[in-house]
């Protein structure tokens, strides 16, 4: 009656502290608060600041990007690339800890089997009583737990979930610039293939035109300086294909490494085929918040970052464990088992931490200090998310007004080349102003390649500005 009497007393008093551990838990463990934002109203410098909260991020890339060729390596690439497989370690490691953190409300308990042999001197006090030695063999359980009093488990559990919900972020932030470069870097390939286009079929022509002025030199229109001249024009063509030759290797060794194969050559579309459907919104502000996979992983550190504080500041309370042995103990191995070798040991401590060294302040101002700065790191990775989007988005519509002046430019420049080639050979023109003809309307096809170029990147840029890909 009194061992029932005594459990049961046992028993209030723990259900007693922890109820009064989780009133006081509410009172050093703050709960984490999102910091008010001001800065999300400004963050895209438009003239057009749209209130739609649809946004080119909520767009599949499957949607986005209709060139079948790089639909197929975006998959790819996101299944075999190193840095997304290296992510995903890091995000089960982070899980590891997270379940971890969970079992911190959980008891500690082990079990134990000892045996020894002392043998004492016979001028010493046991040695005085015992003669020879003594044995003593023991199955021993210890069980300890420790009450959370101020909430210091309950933020550690969050801090290593908030670290694992920050690499789950990080996983989907690699995911989304590596999308972003597989497309830029396929659409850098159909331009270098479309520039080399232009500067064969330039070749070809200028080794006509070589032809041609060679006979105009034997007719004695021209003199031998207009043939050197028109050499000169066909061997730097010449060149600038070999340089866009070894470009177009170069960015293909480049997708190689992105997809995760050994360097080769890819099958591709072409530049003229590709077009973007998709109407350009970029939703409210705020929605940065949720759409860019780095802003989540800024804000999870910040949340982690929290709960450091809060452990820290617990710290400076007393901390409550309760411990508990039991098993068999004897001096006699045969007797190990008996009921007479059971023991139980049933014992609490409160801890109060005095005299440290200046060791738990120092972890609470440390602490804090990492608070704020990455509060600040949030707020600037937010800041920079914007400025990206405003980027985008204004490169997007400048280059595509600049396209129409560039094909007005290469029109223009190609019908300035035929009328100066006819001209030369009906003896009405200067063979320069024909050298001079060529050069620019060469320059300016490739511009205009540039500018489509751009127009598709500034795409590609601005979808991954807004979050785009990874959901």
Known sequence: MKAMRTIKYMRKGIVFVVLIGTLQSCLVAKDYERPEITITDSLYRTDNLSADTNSLADVSWKTLFTDPELQNYIAEGLENNMDVRIAIQQMIASEAYAKQGKAGY?????????????????????????????????????????????GKIRSQQRATQAAYLQSYAGHQAIKTRL?????????NLLALDAQLEVTRETIASRESSVATITALKDAGQVTQVAVDQNIAQYNSARALEVDLETAIFKTENKLSILLGRPAQGFERGSLDAQEIDQELNQGVPAALLSNRPDVLAAEYNLIQAFEMTNIARTNFYPSLALTASGGFQSIELDKLLSVNSLFATIAGGLTQPLLNQRKLKTEKEVALANQERALLEFKETLLIAGNEVSNALYTYQNESKKMVFRENEVAALRTAESNSEE?????????LDLLTARQSALNAEINSINTKLQQLESVVNLYEALGGGWK
């Open 179 to 187: 999308i972003s470069n597989i497309a830029s870097t396929y659409y």
């Open 106 to 150: 959980l008891p500690t308990a082990n079990v134990g089997v000892n045996g020894s042999h002392q043998e004492f001197s016979a001028n010493s006090q046991f040695g005085s009583i015992f003669s020879g030695g003594l044995n003593s063999f023991d199955i021993t359980g210890n069980v300890s737990w420790e009450i959370d009093l101020w």
């Open 423 to 431: 001209l030369l050979k009906s003896g009405f023109a200067n063979y």
